[in-house]
Every structure is written in C-alpha cells, then in structure tokens.
C-alpha cells in the first residue's frame, strides 16, 4: 500500500534532472512546488516550466514547445 504523505508546508522538492534542459542538455534543477514545476539550468541560465512525470527509469520532464 502506498502511502502518500500531504504536508501542507512541506510540498516542495528540489531536485536535479541530468541532462534535462532542453537547451544545452545540461542538468537542470528543479523544484516542484505545489501545483508547479520549475526548472533551471545553470549551464544556460534557461529558466523554464515542464511538466514532470514518473517513467521507467525514473523523473521525465516535458517540455511544452510553444509554437507561436
Ligand atoms: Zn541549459
């Protein structure tokens, strides 16, 4: 059974993707925090909002390619 914790001051979480930033493919940070997700690369300094997903091999982070 799977328990999931809901702490209403403790719903953030930081952690670094390698390899996720859809710029330079360089490691992003990313700090969840409720209802978003922001990453940024330091490489880069991209600042950007994928959406987070768990995968087979672990955290995937889509970007939304805006085409406008
Ligand atoms: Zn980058």
């Known amino acids: ?3 999931v914790k809901t702490d209403s001051e403790q719903q ?8 996720g930033c859809p710029s330079c493919g360089g490691a992003l ?3 969840k925090t409720p209802g978003q997700v922001w990453g940024y690369c ?3 300094r991209r600042l950007s909002q994928p959406r987070m997903a768990v995968g087979p091999r672990g955290i ?3 970007h939304r390619t805006a085409a406008a």
């Open 1 to 3: 059974m799977l328990e």
């Open 12 to 19: 953030m979480a930081d952690l670094s993707v390698g390899g």
């Open 29 to 31: 940070s990313v700090r």
């Open 42 to 44: 330091p490489s880069c």
């Open 60 to 62: 995937v982070l889509m």
